[in-house]
Structure formats: structure tokens, C-alpha cells
């Protein structure tokens, strides 16, 4: 059985290899199993129920909460060849019928509808008819209360197992919490399901938080860095949305806005253009979410912190589904802290003020944390790391420590001095002497700690107090506009009796650079190739009116450009090229990479260098750099000697890397260019007077050739 599952995945979905936990759970559910799976975005859930799907007899229900998801998924499977369709509100009279005939005659493998629809009574009569695979219940935690997520309609689907005993239940989640797991599979009555909780880490995803001094300029520098790939920029409130992406725009960013108080119809345009790569950036508040699948969303920016450790989770979470490297970067300013604390406590509910501050405490810890942010991230959801990730800004960029015991005592001693009654920017202000008319007003230019931190910028101080209060020396009163005050742990500070660590801001500049090299899909040459043939699979993509990334992903034409297959044979060994793509889309794709290969010089290392090569001298240089000798090339090619050397001169004078003095005899060269130093550049027979017979015009040119390669002449 292995072995043909095995096939399919390959054959089928173009893949080599199995994930964990895939090969298991597929091997369950075609044996007929129940199986519950939970595994993050990403992770692969889907081959979990489609190979079965084409294992088993019969045909597949798929139970998906979205219609507009259930398309892309449709249209991926056609792309591959397989026998799919969706059965929803959006489908015409007729498209229905065609789906229903091709339900009743066995033509299906796999049917995408939405729980609702699955569970009228005369739809579930049809299906009692009909040899079914299994059930896929994708988005499982939309049968529960407690996950975030709960849809009423999901909650019919309970019945399924009743009403199908022997039909196999997968059920798929990507929801971290046991609470809602336990309920899901009660809910499903699936008690005796085998259960798969992969980890979840999203190794891919590059975790950096700055602190938010210019969110604009900060959000302006990143994009730019990003000029040709997709992300989603969040914030907290429509305003900020419909601001940020004014500006975004102005600045020529390809950008749009994104929130519920939008038409749906605009929302639906925004995201489609998102989905088709005509829209690069959506600038989103988090109704921006659940429709989003689109597989090579390379960042995701949070513009203003996110109001849990869970909802953080989740959003970042939607960048790099396709396992390329991609970017969650978050500005964190205290400020922000502030409007989210006052938004809670204007709940009137004791409880739930009470369970929210502490979901923001948490996310506050996690922006301020000095320690990696992926051990800090998993460890949130019960999942212990001991190892630092190397993955994330902490990790890549550590912050250093000093002793601030002085500073702490300067800045907790103003707190104290202007009475506990103002803000860190007051407080700032005070210390560092600022000269404002309210400071006047107050006569706090007359205190002792008046300007005993003017040797310190605005940003540092706002460092410290911001890692004060965090450690717990100072308290923020959000009752009054943040106002500062002291802790019993201030004392013995002040007193001069503990010492204080705090960590160095870190230089923001050096961060992004750093993220900055992680991120994207290949440098260089490859670059450039994934760019056209990204043009490619857009127009293809148009032609059949389906998302690019339904042709291929991101992954597949990251692979393409740095391979570079030349025959059929070798674009079966990319990832994600089945034989039905390859059928379809096979030469489009290898003619673009021969005509890339054309154009541009076939080795990595003169990227950069794009010239207009012959083909008898690029085969000359292919050979070349496959390492064969003078005469073996020359006799490899059927061409004399002179004609080789004549390409290879003409190759190293095009700027290439080629090693001419490798086609000598090594005991020849110190002769020749003991007698060209000599004589300088003339000419070969002049050169050729006085060395040995041995040796030849040929070794005089490839030399000499080689000498003016390096110094120009
Ligand atoms: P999930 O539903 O868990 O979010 P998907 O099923 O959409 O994840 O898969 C995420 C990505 O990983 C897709 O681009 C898919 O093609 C790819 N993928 C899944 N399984 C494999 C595999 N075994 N080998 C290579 N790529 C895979
Ligand atoms: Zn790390």
C-alpha cells in the first residue's frame, strides 16, 4: 500500500516525500480509520484527506466553511488532474446539476460542500445512495464553543457519524488549545480516532519585533526591501487601515485597504486581486483572516500590537504557507499598550477585563522578551523548546546587558519627584531638561533630577522606563493616562542595594538588514529567473482564471529557477510537478527557462553579466565548466583546437569566470610568464623566440589571454 500511495503523491501532486505525520494518517484513513489531526497552517493537511480520497472507493466529502476557499482547493486538484468539484450557494442552476450528475455517476473523487448544505435532508439522502471514501471536516474547531471560531452550522455535522457508521471521519484543525480539541472530538463522536498533534512551529517564519518609533518610516523602509512580493500589513482600527494605506499608496506601494466597515463588494475585489498577485499589499484590520489561503503570502507586518499571544499566532501565521522563507515582524510601541488596556477596561465585565489583561500582558511580555522568540512563542502554547531558534531577532541580533543600576535609580527617583502623577513622556522630558512650557508651568525645571539624564536620547530613556516597568520596578496607572508610579521594588534600587540588567535597545537598522537577507525567494540569478517565470505562471494563470499559485507555487518556481530543467524528465524531479502539470504547463515553463538560459549566462557565479552568447560558444563554455581538457572538448565538439581556444578567449573577454591557464601545462607557465613579464604585451611570435619547441601558439594565447583578463589591457 505504501508503495502506491507513495505513487500517487508523486505522480499526482509532483511531491517526493511525505511529511510527518502524512504517510501515517494516510495509510489510517484509507484502511478505513478515523483519525484527528492537528497540524499548523501549512503543514500539509490537505494531501491528509486527498490521497485517501483517490485510494478509497467512492467518493469524498469534503466539509469546508468557506466558498471561496473551497474553489482554490478545486481548482488545485483539477491542476493536478484529480476529479473535484464544490457544491454551494455560488453555483449556478445548471453547474449544479452538472455536479449532481457527475455525483450520481461516479465521476467524482472528491466534492467540496459547505456544512450546511451537506446536512439538508434530501442532500443526505442522495449521499446514503452513493459508495462514499470518507468525510473531511476542515476548520474542525468551528463544531466548538470554545474555539475561536464557532459556527452554528458546524454543529449539524455531529450527525454524520450516526448517519454513516462506516464511513471514515478526518478531522482537521490547526487550533493549539486541548480544550477545544477534546470538544471537537465529542462533538464529532469520534472518540476512537487516532490523534496527531504536530508541533507548532512555523520554522520558515522569521519573528522580529522593533520598537515603534516612525511606524510609517519603519513600515516604508521594510516594504521597500519587498518590492515584488505579497504581504498583509494589520492594524487595530479601521482609521489606522484606511491612513496607513493612503500613505502606502502615495508612496507607490501597491496597496489596499481592508475592513469590515468596507462594501462587501470591495472586499471581495481586494482580496481577489490579493489571491491573483495584482495587489501586493492588503493593509488589514484582523477581519482580514479566515479567507486568506493563499499560500505565498511572504510577510506579515503588525503594525500595531495584536491583542493576544493567540491572535498573534495566528496572523503571523498566514505568511510562508508554502514553507518559503517569509517574515512576521511587529512594531511595538507602549503607547499602543496604552489604547489596548483602556479599550478592555471599558468592558463592563469584570471576568472578562480580567481574562483579556492578562492575554495582553502576555503579548506585551512577548514584544519585550529578551530571550528567543520562538522558545517564547512555543513555550505560550505548552510546546518547550531548549534550544534558541537562530530564526528570529533575539536570536540573530542578541540584545547586550548592562549594569543600568545608576540609570534605574535617575529615572525611578524623577518618578518619585514629580509625585507619581505622570507619564513616561513627562518623565523623559524632565530628565533629559526639556525646556517646555508645561515644565515650567510646573516648576519642574526646579527639581533635583531636572536634566540629570540629558546625556541620554528621548528613545533611550523611553527604553529604560519601558524595561522598568516591565521587570516590575515601575507601575503604569491606566486609570490616569498612564501615569507613572513606584513599586515596592523601586526602594531598595534607590537605596542603592540591588542592582539593575537591563538589556541594550537594539540597533533596528542592523535587525532589518539581517531579516532582510533571510527573507524572499533566492538572490541572483535565481532571482531573476523566478521573476519571469512568476510572469509566466501569472499568465497562465489569467488565461485559465485561477489563482497563480494554483499553476504552481511559489516553492515549485523557486526550485525551477535554481535547477533549471532542460527536458521533461528533469522538470518531473521538481517539486510539486505531477504528470498532469507537467502535461499541461511542461513546456511553457522549460521553453521560459531555455530562453532565460539564452539570454543569460548559464553560471551562478557571473550573475549580473547578461550577454548575447552563440550557441556554439556556450556549449564550448558548458563544457568548459564541466571540466574537460583542451582536446577532449575540441574532439567532444567535432571543432580544432584553435576554434576552441578562439571561444574560450572570446568567453573570458565577455567577462566570464574562465580559468585559461588551466589548459596549459602546468611546467610551461612559469616559463611563459617569466618571458611575458619580460617583454610585456607583444606579439606571439616575438613571445614564442627563445622558449622551447614544446611549447605552442595555442599555450602563448590561452596565457596571454589569461593575463589580460586580469589586469585589463
Ligand atoms: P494546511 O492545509 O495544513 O494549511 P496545505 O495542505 O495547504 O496545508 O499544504 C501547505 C503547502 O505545503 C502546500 O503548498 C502544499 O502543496 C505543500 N505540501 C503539502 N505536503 C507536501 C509534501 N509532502 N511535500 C511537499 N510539499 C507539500
Ligand atoms: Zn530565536
Same mark, same amino acid.
Given at each position: 500500500?505504501?508503495?502506491?500511495?507513495?505513487?500517487?503523491?508523486?505522480?499526482?501532486?509532483?511531491?517526493?516525500?511525505f511529511?510527518?505525520?502524512?504517510?501515517?494518517?494516510?495509510?489510517r484513513?484509507?484502511?478505513?480509520?478515523?483519525?484527528?489531526?492537528?497540524?499548523?497552517?501549512?503543514?500539509?493537511?490537505?494531501?491528509?484527506?486527498?490521497?485517501?480520497?483517490?485510494?478509497?472507493?467512492?467518493?469524498?466529502?469534503?466539509?469546508?466553511?468557506?466558498i471561496?476557499?473551497?474553489?482554490?482547493?478545486?481548482?488545485?486538484?483539477?491542476?493536478?488532474?484529480?476529479?473535484?468539484?464544490?457544491?454551494?450557494?455560488?453555483?449556478?442552476?445548471?453547474?449544479?446539476?452538472?455536479?449532481?450528475?457527475?455525483?450520481?455517476?461516479?465521476?467524482?473523487?472528491?466534492?467540496?460542500?459547505?456544512?450546511?448544505?451537506?446536512?439538508?435532508?434530501?442532500?443526505?439522502?442522495?449521499?446514503?445512495?452513493?459508495?462514499?471514501?470518507?468525510?473531511?471536516?476542515?476548520?474542525?474547531?468551528?463544531?466548538?464553543?470554545?474555539?475561536?471560531?464557532?459556527?452554528?452550522?458546524?454543529?449539524?455535522?455531529?450527525?454524520?457519524?450516526?448517519?454513516?457508521?462506516?464511513?471514515?471521519?478526518?478531522?482537521?484543525?490547526?487550533?493549539?488549545?486541548?480544550?477545544?480539541?477534546?470538544?471537537?472530538?465529542?462533538?464529532?463522536?469520534?472518540?476512537?480516532?487516532?490523534?496527531?498533534?504536530?508541533?507548532?512551529?512555523?520554522?520558515?517564519?522569521?519573528?522580529?519585533?522593533?520598537?515603534?518609533?516612525?511606524?510609517?518610516?519603519?513600515?516604508?523602509?521594510?516594504?521597500?526591501?519587498?518590492?515584488?512580493?505579497?504581504?498583509?500589513?494589520?492594524?487595530?482600527?479601521?482609521?489606522?487601515?484606511?491612513?496607513?494605506?493612503?500613505?502606502?499608496?502615495?508612496?507607490?506601494?501597491?496597496?489596499?485597504?481592508?475592513?469590515?466597515?468596507?462594501?462587501?463588494?470591495?472586499?471581495?475585489?481586494?482580496?481577489?486581486?490579493?489571491?491573483?498577485?495584482?495587489?501586493?499589499?492588503?493593509?488589514?484590520?484582523?477581519?482580514?483572516?479566515?479567507?486568506?489561503?493563499?499560500?505565498?503570502?511572504?510577510?506579515?507586518?503588525?503594525?500595531?500590537?495584536?491583542?493576544?499571544?493567540?491572535?498573534?499566532?495566528?496572523?503571523?501565521?498566514?505568511?510562508?504557507?508554502?514553507?518559503?522563507?517569509?517574515?512576521?515582524?511587529?512594531?511595538?510601541?507602549?503607547?499602543?499598550?496604552?489604547?489596548?488596556?483602556?479599550?478592555?477596561?471599558?468592558?463592563?465585565n469584570?471576568?472578562?477585563?480580567?481574562?483579556?489583561?492578562?492575554?495582553?500582558?502576555?503579548?506585551?511580555?512577548?514584544?519585550?522578551?529578551?530571550?528567543?522568540?520562538?522558545?517564547?512563542?512555543?513555550?505560550?502554547?505548552?510546546?518547550?523548546?531548549?534550544?534558541?531558534?537562530?530564526?528570529?531577532?533575539?536570536?540573530?541580533d542578541p540584545?547586550?546587558?548592562?549594569?543600568?543600576?545608576?540609570?534605574?535609580?535617575?529615572?525611578?527617583?524623577?518618578?518619585?519627584?514629580?509625585?507619581?502623577?505622570f507619564?513616561?513622556?513627562?518623565?523623559?522630558?524632565?530628565?533629559?531638561?526639556?525646556?517646555?512650557q508645561?515644565?515650567?508651568?510646573?516648576?519642574?525645571?526646579?527639581?533635583?533630577?531636572?536634566?540629570?539624564?540629558?546625556?541620554?536620547?528621548?528613545?533611550?530613556?523611553?527604553?529604560?522606563?519601558?524595561?522598568?516597568?516591565?521587570?516590575?520596578?515601575?507601575?503604569?496607572?491606566?486609570t490616569?493616562?498612564?501615569?507613572?508610579?513606584?513599586?515596592?521594588?523601586?526602594?531598595?534600587?534607590?537605596k542603592?542595594?540591588?542592582?539593575?540588567?537591563?538589556?541594550?535597545?537594539?540597533?533596528?537598522?542592523?535587525?532589518?538588514?539581517?531579516?532582510?537577507?533571510?527573507?524572499?525567494?533566492?538572490?541572483?540569478?535565481?532571482?531573476?529567473?523566478?521573476?519571469?517565470?512568476?510572469?509566466?505562471?501569472?499568465?497562465? &494563470?489569467? %488565461?485559465?482564471?485561477?489563482?497563480?499559485?494554483?499553476? !504552481?507555487? +511559489? @516553492?515549485?518556481? #523557486?526550485? =525551477?529557477?535554481?535547477? /533549471?530543467?532542460?527536458?521533461?524528465?528533469?522538470?518531473?524531479?521538481?517539486?510539486?510537478?505531477?504528470?498532469?502539470?507537467?502535461?499541461?504547463?511542461?513546456?511553457?515553463?522549460?521553453?521560459?527557462i531555455?530562453?532565460?538560459?539564452?539570454?543569460?549566462?548559464?553560471?551562478d557565479?557571473?550573475?549580473?553579466?547578461c550577454?548575447?552568447?552563440?550557441?556554439?560558444?556556450?556549449?564550448?563554455?558548458?563544457?568548459?565548466?564541466?571540466?574537460?581538457?583542451?582536446?577532449?572538448?575540441?574532439?567532444?565538439?567535432?571543432?580544432?583546437?584553435?576554434?576552441?581556444?578562439?571561444?574560450?578567449?572570446?568567453? &573570458?573577454? %565577455?567577462?566570464?569566470?574562465?580559468?585559461?591557464?588551466? !589548459?596549459? +601545462? @602546468?611546467?610551461? #607557465?612559469? =616559463?611563459?610568464?617569466? /618571458?611575458?613579464?619580460?617583454?610585456?604585451?607583444?606579439?606571439?611570435?616575438?613571445?614564442?623566440?627563445?622558449?622551447?619547441?614544446?611549447?605552442?601558439?595555442?599555450?602563448?594565447?590561452?596565457?596571454?589571454?589569461?593575463?589580460?583578463?586580469?589586469r585589463p589591457?
Amino acid at each position: 500500500m505504501t508503495t502506491t500511495i507513495q505513487h500517487t503523491l508523486k505522480t499526482v501532486f509532483g511531491f517526493h516525500q511525505f511529511r510527518s505525520p502524512q504517510q501515517e494518517v494516510i495509510e489510517r484513513v484509507v484502511a478505513g480509520e478515523d483519525v484527528f489531526l492537528v497540524m499548523p497552517t501549512g503543514g500539509g493537511k490537505s494531501l491528509c484527506y486527498q490521497i485517501p480520497a483517490l485510494h478509497r472507493a467512492g467518493l469524498a466529502i469534503v466539509v469546508s466553511p468557506l466558498i471561496a476557499l473551497m474553489k482554490d482547493q478545486v481548482d488545485a486538484l483539477l491542476a493536478n488532474g484529480v476529479r473535484a468539484a464544490c457544491f454551494n450557494s455560488s453555483l449556478s442552476a445548471d453547474e449544479a446539476r452538472r455536479v449532481s450528475s457527475q455525483m450520481e455517476r461516479g465521476e467524482l473523487d472528491l466534492l467540496y460542500v459547505a456544512p450546511e448544505r451537506l446536512m439538508q435532508p434530501e442532500f443526505l439522502e442522495r449521499l446514503s445512495r452513493l459508495p462514499l471514501a470518507l468525510f473531511a471536516i476542515d476548520e474542525a474547531h468551528c463544531i466548538s464553543q470554545w474555539g475561536h471560531d464557532f459556527r452554528p452550522d458546524y454543529v449539524q455535522i455531529g450527525r454524520i457519524r450516526g448517519l454513516f457508521p462506516v464511513v471514515p471521519i478526518v478531522a482537521m484543525t490547526a487550533t493549539a488549545d486541548p480544550e477545544t480539541r477534546t470538544d471537537i472530538i465529542r462533538q464529532l463522536g469520534i472518540e476512537q480516532a487516532a490523534v496527531y498533534v504536530a508541533g507548532f512551529d512555523r520554522p520558515n517564519i522569521t519573528y522580529t519585533v522593533m520598537s515603534k518609533h516612525k511606524p510609517l518610516a519603519q513600515l516604508g523602509a521594510f516594504l521597500s526591501g519587498r518590492r515584488t512580493e505579497a504581504g498583509i500589513v494589520y492594524a487595530l482600527s479601521r482609521k489606522r487601515v484606511e491612513q496607513v494605506t493612503e500613505r502606502l499608496i502615495a508612496a507607490g506601494f501597491s496597496a489596499a485597504a481592508y475592513h469590515a466597515g468596507l462594501p462587501d463588494e470591495e472586499r471581495r475585489r481586494v482580496q481577489d486581486a490579493f489571491r491573483r498577485d495584482d495587489l501586493r499589499i492588503v493593509v488589514a484590520t484582523v477581519a482580514f483572516g479566515m479567507g486568506i489561503d493563499k499560500p505565498n503570502v511572504r510577510f506579515v507586518v503588525h503594525y500595531d500590537m495584536p491583542k493576544s499571544v493567540e491572535s498573534y499566532y495566528q496572523e503571523t501565521g498566514r505568511a510562508g504557507r508554502d514553507g518559503l522563507p517569509s517574515e512576521a515582524l511587529m512594531l511595538f510601541g507602549m503607547g499602543d499598550v496604552m489604547t489596548a488596556r483602556s479599550l478592555i477596561e471599558n468592558s463592563d465585565n469584570p471576568e472578562r477585563v480580567r481574562i483579556e489583561l492578562q492575554k495582553l500582558n502576555a503579548m506585551v511580555a512577548y514584544a519585550e522578551a529578551l530571550t528567543c522568540r520562538r522558545r517564547a512563542l512555543l513555550a505560550y502554547f505548552g510546546d518547550q523548546r531548549d534550544h534558541d531558534c537562530d530564526n528570529c531577532d533575539i536570536c540573530t541580533d542578541p540584545p547586550r546587558r548592562f549594569d543600568a543600576s545608576e540609570l534605574a535609580k535617575k529615572a525611578l527617583s524623577c518618578v518619585y519627584r514629580v509625585g507619581e502623577r505622570f507619564g513616561a513622556r513627562h518623565i523623559v522630558d524632565v530628565l533629559r531638561g526639556a525646556k517646555g512650557q508645561r515644565i515650567l508651568d510646573l516648576r519642574h525645571n526646579q527639581l533635583s533630577t531636572y536634566g540629570i539624564g540629558a546625556d541620554l536620547s528621548s528613545l533611550e530613556w523611553d527604553n529604560i522606563i519601558r524595561q522598568l516597568i516591565h521587570l516590575g520596578y515601575l507601575v503604569q496607572d491606566f486609570t490616569r493616562f498612564g501615569a507613572l508610579g513606584l513599586s515596592p521594588a523601586a526602594r531598595p534600587v534607590l537605596k542603592g542595594e540591588t542592582q539593575v540588567i537591563l538589556g541594550l535597545p537594539r540597533d533596528v537598522a542592523k535587525v532589518e538588514e539581517k531579516s532582510r537577507r533571510k527573507s524572499g525567494a533566492g538572490e541572483g540569478a535565481h532571482r531573476a529567473l523566478f521573476e519571469e517565470l512568476r510572469l509566466v505562471r501569472k499568465q497562465i &494563470a489569467d %488565461a485559465a482564471s485561477v489563482p497563480p499559485f494554483v499553476v !504552481f507555487s +511559489d @516553492a515549485t518556481l #523557486l526550485e =525551477l529557477a535554481t535547477n /533549471r530543467p532542460r527536458s521533461e524528465q528533469e522538470l518531473l524531479a521538481i517539486t510539486g510537478i505531477g504528470e498532469h502539470k507537467l502535461r499541461k504547463y511542461g513546456a511553457d515553463f522549460l521553453a521560459a527557462i531555455d530562453d532565460y538560459r539564452r539570454r543569460a549566462v548559464p553560471d551562478d557565479g557571473n550573475a549580473g553579466l547578461c550577454l548575447a552568447l552563440s550557441d556554439t560558444q556556450r556549449d564550448t563554455l558548458r563544457l568548459c565548466q564541466e571540466g574537460l581538457t583542451l582536446p577532449e572538448i575540441a574532439s567532444r565538439r567535432g571543432l580544432k583546437d584553435l576554434t576552441i581556444i578562439a571561444h574560450l578567449e572570446e568567453l &573570458a573577454a %565577455a567577462g566570464l569566470d574562465i580559468d585559461l591557464r588551466r !589548459f596549459v +601545462d @602546468a611546467d610551461k #607557465l612559469p =616559463l611563459i610568464d617569466a /618571458r611575458l613579464e619580460a617583454l610585456g604585451a607583444v606579439g606571439l611570435t616575438q613571445l614564442k623566440e627563445g622558449l622551447p619547441e614544446s611549447i605552442s601558439y595555442s599555450d602563448l594565447r590561452l596565457v596571454r589571454g589569461a593575463m589580460c583578463r586580469s589586469r585589463p589591457c
